[in-house]
């Protein structure tokens, strides 16, 4: 399956645009954010490649004031999909904010070259392997040969300004990563949120557990936005985030109940996603991966995670690829 990225930037408010592929049913598709204004601009998380990168990157030159170029890059965390683009912005000058905590992530995840080997010899006959290639394999080669971390960290809170805009940085992990911050644009009514909150996908978290990532989709709420632009997915209204905060505890009770009953992972695991009521939402076999990270807490579990070990789990309990249809022989 190929990647068609999207070919324009929606306007959010005057200052705010911003880069929604829609990825439902996708890993690595992430939403970037644009804030500009007469004089300056920032831009929120870079795409996964080189080349979806200067595709977007083409898309603000129609955006952006003429003489304005993109000096300021935040990553909302360190996922390959919200910062592998860093280094597009980096040559041309521009600083990378992030937090303190997000090189303790980075230092963990597959880099670009790690992953493209990965994937292209991986045993497509395996769950593993063949996951690889179905989510994976569509990007390529991933056009880079490291990736660029932050230049620049805080903790806690940082404030910036884009010309008249004001743009709040605030610390809201560990949550979904070691590092997750969320962006605040109070004058524009305007919450990014990284991968703190999904939409239309089932969510899948490295950090957690799931009461870290339900205070987190709270500190969100706290801003008062009327527009939240989620990590991958459609933009969301405070209703909508607010049914993702319920639905992680719901998540969290029921992989509680499991742990308390002796089920083993696998086990919990499955009847997790057996039991699931969102049947629109894609990557159902994501919920595996909350499963382990959930019992990782019960169970006092403090050695590293394995992130490549946690999709294996999720690729045992995924759903057989759809099948293409073969042409009839002529």
Same mark, same amino acid.
């Given at each position: 399956?190929?990647?068609?990225?999207?070919?324009?930037?929606?306007? @959010?408010?005057?200052?705010?645009?911003?880069?929604?592929?829609?990825?439902?049913?996708?890993?690595?598709?992430?939403?970037?954010?644009?804030?500009?204004?007469?004089?300056?601009?920032?831009? /929120?998380?870079?795409?996964?490649?080189?080349?979806?990168?200067?595709?977007?990157?083409?898309?603000?030159?129609?955006?952006?004031?003429?003489?304005?170029?993109?000096?300021?890059?935040?990553?909302?965390?360190?996922?390959?999909?919200?910062?592998?683009?860093?280094?597009?912005?980096?040559?041309?000058?521009?600083?990378?904010?992030?937090?303190?905590?997000?090189?303790?992530?980075?230092?963990?995840?597959?880099?670009? &070259?790690?992953? &493209?080997?990965?994937?292209?010899?991986?045993?497509?006959?395996?769950?593993?392997?063949?996951?690889?290639?179905?989510?994976?394999?569509?990007?390529?080669?991933?056009?880079?040969?490291? &990736?660029?971390?932050?230049?620049?960290?805080?903790?806690?809170?940082?404030?910036?300004? /884009?010309?008249?805009?004001?743009?709040?940085?605030?610390?809201?992990?560990? +949550?979904?990563?070691?590092?997750? @911050?969320?962006?605040?644009?109070? $004058?524009?009514?305007?919450?990014?949120?990284?991968?703190?909150?999904?939409?239309?996908?089932?969510?899948?978290?490295?950090?957690?557990?799931?009461?870290?990532?339900?205070?987190?989709?709270?500190?969100?709420?706290?801003?008062?936005?009327?527009?939240?632009?989620?990590?991958? $997915?459609?933009?969301?209204?405070?209703?909508?985030?607010? +049914?993702?905060?319920?639905?992680?505890?719901?998540?969290?009770?029921?992989?509680?109940?499991?742990?308390?009953?002796?089920?083993?992972?696998?086990?919990?695991?499955?009847?997790?996603?057996? &039991?699931?009521?969102?049947?629109?939402?894609? @990557?159902?076999?994501?919920?595996?991966?909350?499963?382990?990270?959930?019992?990782?807490?019960?169970?006092?579990?403090?050695?590293? /995670?394995?992130?490549?070990?946690?999709?294996?789990? +999720?690729?045992?309990?995924?759903?057989? +690829?759809?099948?293409?249809?073969?042409?009839?022989?002529?």
């Amino acid at each position: 399956m190929s990647i068609e990225p999207p070919r324009s930037l929606r306007a @959010l408010t005057p200052a705010v645009h911003a880069w929604l592929p829609d990825g439902h049913d996708t890993w690595g598709l992430a939403n970037c954010i644009l804030i500009t204004d007469q004089d300056s601009a920032l831009l /929120v998380d870079t795409p996964y490649t080189t080349d979806l990168t200067r595709h977007l990157l083409n898309l603000t030159a129609e955006v952006l004031p003429p003489g304005v170029a993109i000096t300021t890059v935040v990553n909302t965390h360190g996922n390959g999909d919200h910062s592998y683009g860093n280094g597009v912005f980096t040559a041309a000058g521009a600083e990378v904010v992030s937090t303190d905590a997000n090189s303790e992530h980075l230092c963990k995840e597959p880099s670009p &070259a790690q992953l &493209a080997r990965l994937v292209a010899e991986s045993d497509p006959d395996t769950p593993l392997g063949a996951y690889l290639h179905r989510h994976f394999s569509r990007y390529g080669d991933f056009g880079v040969s490291e &990736a660029v971390p932050p230049t620049r960290t805080f903790n806690g809170r940082l404030d910036l300004a /884009v010309g008249g805009v004001a743009v709040e940085l605030i610390e809201v992990g560990p +949550a979904h990563t070691a590092g997750d @911050l969320i962006v605040n644009l109070p $004058g524009e009514g305007v919450v990014c949120s990284g991968d703190v909150i999904f939409c239309e996908d089932h969510p899948v978290h490295w950090a957690g557990p799931l009461d870290e990532i339900h205070r987190a989709v709270q500190r969100v709420l706290a801003c008062e936005p009327r527009i939240i632009v989620p990590g991958h $997915g459609p933009v969301m209204t405070p209703a909508d985030v607010a +049914a993702n905060a319920e639905y992680l505890l719901r998540i969290r009770d029921r992989i509680h109940a499991s742990h308390a009953a002796g089920h083993p992972l696998a086990q919990a695991a499955a009847e997790l996603i057996a &039991a699931e009521t969102n049947p629109r939402w894609g @990557l159902t076999e994501r919920l595996a991966i909350l499963t382990a990270l959930e019992y990782r807490v019960l169970d006092a579990d403090t050695s590293p /995670v394995d992130m490549i070990s946690l999709v294996d789990l +999720a690729a045992r309990h995924a759903a057989p +690829a759809p099948q293409t249809a073969k042409s009839p022989a002529l």
